[in-house]
């Protein structure tokens, strides 16, 4: 079946700081790939996404690029700041519900 | 983007009472719904699948009994966990998914607390 691994955490950076999150997946077929944020005490928000392979998903400065070839959609952002201290999801989709990594807790100090 | 909203984002109750919780789609129609679970630092568990118009999907070791879904309309789910227990007490996620998006939305969540 569809799985998702992703890095364990936690990571803690300093601000500034180069960001990258693992993830890779297993998949029949071709799934969408997300990545989702959560904040302290609230649900999920949907940070980046991309649908097919080579797609590239951006949003408030992470990236993330779908890679067939490896199966991997790896998290980056190149300068993190305090304000981004949160638990980051990676999920992939053929066919709905997700399928969600068990998430990576990101601590930004200054 | 589009937004799903969950109501209430707190309660508190008593053990042996029973707890509805609401999700609403706001701006998409969803004939199906899904009901998370998550337990502190972990990961969301799929509970169940909510369909509008027939009965709910319960994921394995979900008592359907205790965890009622009625899906209402096409933009309402309702969770019903009935005769709440302690280890009932949880964090409880919806989300919705949009054709248009191919995209899960999810709500703020429900933190219940059963004393």
């Known amino acids: 079946g569809n799985s998702v691994t992703q890095m364990e955490g936690p990571v803690t950076l300093s601000e500034e700081a180069f960001l990258t999150i693992n993830c890779t997946y297993t998949a029949t077929g071709y799934p969408s790939l997300f990545w989702y944020v959560q904040y302290p005490g609230e649900g999920l928000q949907l940070l980046l996404k991309a649908t097919k392979a080579d797609d590239k998903g951006s949003n408030k400065g992470f990236e993330a690029t779908y890679r067939k070839e490896t199966t991997s959609f790896h998290l980056e952002k190149g300068s993190v700041q305090v304000s981004d201290s949160a638990v980051y999801f990676c999920a992939l989709s053929g066919n709905t519900p997700l399928v969600f990594g068990k998430g990576t807790r990101l601590s930004v100090i200054a | 983007g589009a937004v799903v909203s969950q109501h209430p984002s707190r309660v508190i109750c008593k053990s042996g009472t029973s707890v509805k919780i609401e999700c609403r789609s706001l701006?998409?129609?969803?004939?199906?719904m899904f009901w998370y679970r998550q337990f502190p630092k972990k990961s969301l568990m799929l509970m169940a699948t909510s369909n509008e118009g027939s009965k709910a999907t319960y994921e394995q070791g979900v008592e359907k009994d205790k965890f009622l879904i009625n899906h209402a309309s096409l933009t309402l789910s309702t969770l019903t966990v009935t005769s709440a227990h302690p280890e009932d007490s949880s964090f409880y996620i919806c989300?919705?998914?949009?054709?248009?998006?191919?995209?899960?939305?999810f709500g703020p969540g429900t933190r219940l607390t059963v004393l």
């Open positions: 989300s919705a998914p949009s054709a248009t998006t191919d995209t899960q939305y």
């Open positions: 701006d998409f129609q969803a004939t199906t």
